[in-house]
C-alpha cells in the first residue's frame, strides 16, 4: 500500500492509498464529526454531517467516501463547512422529537453532542408536530421512532454484521420510517434479538429496556471481558455503575468476534433470576447449616482422603477456567486418582490433518459445509458470520439429522448418511470450510475426513471450555451409582446437571461447588459457593484453540469464591501445593475468605 502526503487544515499528513478523507485524518489525530458513520461498518455518507472542503472541488464532499489523493488540500471547519453542518443538524433536529430532557442516552447521544458542539440552542424550524410510534414488543430493547434520524446504522449492521436483514426503511422524504420486514412488530418479525442495532444507534431511538435512565455517561466505566456463554469466546464490554453490572455491550476490537454478539451474550447473561447460593451449606436431605469457608473445605478434604479411588467420581461443567481445570487435574487425577470422571456435554471429534478454521475467516468463505451442529441455537454469532458469507455469494450446504435454522439460507440439505453427497457438492471451491459439532456420526467422521488437507475445519464445541476440559482428562466413563463421594462442580449450569440428583445413591456423599440453588444443591451433603462468570477472572480456551481471558466486574456475591480460588484451597487444606493458580496478569493469588 503506497503512502501519500495530503494538506488538512493546513497541516500536512501521512495517508495510506484507498484511504478516505476520514480515515486519514482519525488516522493522523484530526476529528472529523459524523453521524451515520461506523466503523465497524461500510460508510454510506448519508447524513451529510462529515462534509469537508476540498480545494479544486466545486461542492462540499463527505469524508467517508471521498478518498484521498496525493497532494490533496482539505479544510474540516472552515466557515462554508461549518454552515454546512449547523443547516444540516437544524433540519435532522427537526425531523422527529428530539427532546433531550426525556431522552435516556441524553449526555451519551452523537446527536446531541453536535447540537452542542456546533451551538443549536434553539429550534429553527417547526418540530414536535407529531407523535411517532413506540414499539417495545421485543423482550430486551425497543424502537422510539421519535428518536430516529434515519442513519440507517441499524439497517446497515442487521445486514452487514449479522447477515439477518431484518430491518429497512419504509415510505419516502418526510414519511420515510424505519421498519422490520413487511412492516410488523420487531417481536413476529425475523429479529434475532442480538441487539446489534442497539450497540449502532447514535441516538435513543433504539436502547436497551433494562438499563435505560440508570445513570449518566460520566458514572460509567467500561471492563473488557469474555463472554462465558459458550465455546466461541466472544470478547464483550461490561458496563458498570457504582458496582452493579449496567448492560453488557459490544467490544469492537474483540480478535475472536469483532464486536459480534448474540442475544444471550448481550441481554440473557445478566437476566438469570435463579437463587444464588450465597455460603458453604454442610448436612444432607434438607437438613443444612451454614459453615465457615474453613470448616467446609476441612470436611470435603477429610472425604477425599478416605475415598476408594475407584468409587470416587468428579463431574464438571466446562463453564470454568483453565485453571480451575488444571487443579482438578491437580487433585482428583494426580493425587486421588479418582477412577470415575465426567464432562457435561459432548465432545467434538479431532480432525489433526485439517487446518484448523477461526470464526473470523468465515465470512471471506467460497462455500461452508455446517454438519452435526445446528449454529443458530447453540453458538449464535457462527450463524452470523454465515450467513455473511452467504450474502457475499458462498455456497452454503447443511448435513444433519433434522434441517436446522441455517437450512433456509443453504443451496442444499442433506439427512442422516447421505454426507458423501454434501462433500461431493463442494466441488471445487477455493476457500471451504467445515463447520461440525459433536452430533457427528461415526459414518459422518470417515466421510469428512476426505476434505482434511482441502478445507479448513471449525469445530464448534458444546459447553464453554471444552476443548481443555478434554485435554486434561477430565472427562471419561462415569456412574454416579457407583460413587460413594462424587465432587461436582455445576457453576451456573441451567438444568443441564439436574437428573445427576436421581441417579446418586443415597449412600453417596455428595460435594458441590455451584453458583445457584438447584436439585444438586438440594441432595449435596456440602456446597461451595462459586462466583459467577462476571466474579472471577482466568483464562478460557475457545473453540478455535485460541487462548482468551476473563476479567473480574463485579466481586464475588455473598461469600462465594471463584472457581479456582476454591479448588486451590482445597488442594492446600489436602495437603498439596496449588501451584496451578491464575496467571500474573490475571487474577491475584489465593485471597483470605
Not at 410510534?133 to 441499524?154: E, Q
Not at 449479522?162 to 420486514?181: E, P, S
Not at 461443567?317 to 477412577?339: G, Q
Not at 466486574?553 to 501445593?577: C, F, K, N, Q, V
Request: charged fraction near 20%; glycine fraction near 8%; charge should be neutral.
Amino acid at each position: 500500500m503506497g503512502t501519500m502526503t495530503i494538506t488538512i487544515n493546513d497541516r500536512k499528513v501521512s495517508a495510506q492509498a484507498g484511504q478516505t478523507i476520514l480515515e486519514a485524518a482519525r488516522a493522523a489525530g484530526i476529528d472529523i464529526p459524523t453521524l451515520c458513520h461506523h466503523p465497524a461498518l461500510a460508510p454510506a455518507g448519508a447524513c451529510r454531517v462529515c462534509l469537508v472542503e476540498v480545494a479544486g472541488q466545486r461542492t462540499l464532499q463527505p469524508a467517508c467516501t471521498f478518498p484521498a489523493a496525493d497532494r490533496m488540500e482539505i479544510q474540516t471547519e472552515s466557515p462554508k463547512v461549518v454552515a454546512a453542518r449547523r443547516f444540516v443538524l437544524e433540519l435532522i433536529f427537526s425531523e422527529r422529537n428530539h427532546f433531550c430532557m426525556t431522552c435516556p442516552m441524553s449526555g451519551d447521544c452523537e446527536l446531541q453532542s453536535l447540537g452542542y458542539r456546533y451551538g443549536l440552542d434553539h429550534f429553527i424550524y417547526p418540530t414536535y408536530r407529531e407523535r411517532f410510534p413506540v414499539d417495545a414488543s421485543p423482550a430486551y430493547h425497543l424502537l422510539d421512532h421519535n428518536r430516529c434520524v434515519l442513519c440507517r446504522r441499524c439497517v446497515r449492521a442487521c445486514a452487514e454484521l449479522v447477515g439477518n436483514h431484518t430491518l429497512d426503511l419504509r415510505q419516502r422524504g418526510a414519511l420515510t420510517m424505519l421498519c422490520a420486514d413487511m412492516d410488523v412488530p420487531l417481536a413476529d418479525s425475523s429479529c434475532v434479538g442480538c441487539g446489534t442495532c442497539v450497540d449502532v444507534c447514535p441516538t435513543g431511538a433504539l436502547i436497551g429496556k433494562h438499563s435505560a435512565f440508570m445513570a449518566r455517561p460520566a458514572e460509567l466505566e467500561r471492563i473488557a471481558t469474555t463472554c462465558s456463554q459458550c465455546s466461541l469466546g466472544c470478547g464483550l464490554s461490561v458496563v458498570m455503575h457504582r458496582g452493579r453490572a449496567v448492560r453488557l455491550e459490544s467490544l469492537w476490537e474483540a480478535a475472536v468476534n469483532q464486536g459480534l454478539l448474540c442475544r444471550r451474550g448481550r441481554f440473557e447473561a445478566l437476566e438469570d433470576s435463579r437463587r444464588r447460593v450465597l455460603d458453604p451449606w454442610l448436612g444432607g436431605n434438607g437438613e443444612r447449616r451454614a459453615v465457615s469457608w474453613e470448616t467446609a473445605l476441612a470436611a470435603a478434604a477429610e472425604r477425599l482422603k478416605q475415598s476408594d479411588p475407584r468409587r470416587l467420581g468428579l463431574m464438571t461443567t466446562t463453564r470454568v477456567t483453565n485453571e480451575a481445570i488444571r487443579l482438578m487435574k491437580r487433585i482428583f487425577i494426580a493425587a486421588l486418582h479418582a477412577a470415575q470422571r465426567g464432562v457435561v456435554g459432548g465432545v467434538c471429534h479431532r480432525f489433526p490433518s485439517a487446518e484448523g478454521g477461526r470464526l473470523i475467516d468465515l465470512p471471506g468463505c467460497d462455500a461452508i459445509l455446517v454438519a452435526g451442529a445446528d449454529p443458530s441455537t447453540d453458538h449464535p454469532v457462527a450463524a452470523f458470520m454465515i450467513k455473511r458469507a452467504v450474502d457475499r455469494g458462498a455456497r452454503l450446504i447443511t448435513a444433519g439429522k433434522r434441517a436446522a435454522e441455517l437450512s433456509a439460507f443453504a443451496g442444499l440439505h442433506v439427512g442422516p448418511r447421505e454426507l458423501e453427497v454434501a462433500v461431493d457438492a463442494l466441488g471445487a471451491a477455493a476457500r471451504p470450510m467445515v463447520v461440525y459439532g459433536s452430533d457427528l456420526e461415526r459414518h459422518d467422521i470417515r466421510t469428512l475426513q476426505r476434505l482434511a488437507g482441502r478445507a479448513r475445519f471449525l469445530a464448534l464445541h458444546p459447553g464453554v471450555n471444552t476443548l481443555t476440559a478434554t485435554a486434561l482428562g477430565a472427562s471419561g466413563p462415569l456412574d454416579p451409582a457407583g460413587c460413594d463421594t462424587l465432587f461436582i462442580i455445576s457453576g451456573e449450569e441451567n438444568g443441564t446437571m439436574d437428573a445427576l440428583a436421581s441417579t446418586v445413591a443415597p449412600r453417596t456423599f455428595v460435594i458441590v461447588q455451584a453458583s445457584y440453588e438447584s436439585p444438586l444443591t438440594e441432595r449435596a451433603d456440602l456446597v461451595l459457593p462459586m462466583a459467577g462468570w462476571l466474579e472471577r477472572s482466568g483464562t478460557l480456551t475457545n473453540t478455535e484453540g485460541v487462548l482468551v481471558r476473563a476479567h473480574a466486574a463485579l466481586p464475588p456475591s455473598g461469600r462465594s469464591r471463584p472457581d479456582w480460588d476454591i479448588l486451590g484451597r482445597l488442594a492446600e487444606t489436602l495437603g498439596m501445593e496449588a501451584g496451578a493458580g491464575p496467571p500474573a496478569a490475571g487474577p491475584p493469588a489465593h485471597r483470605p475468605f
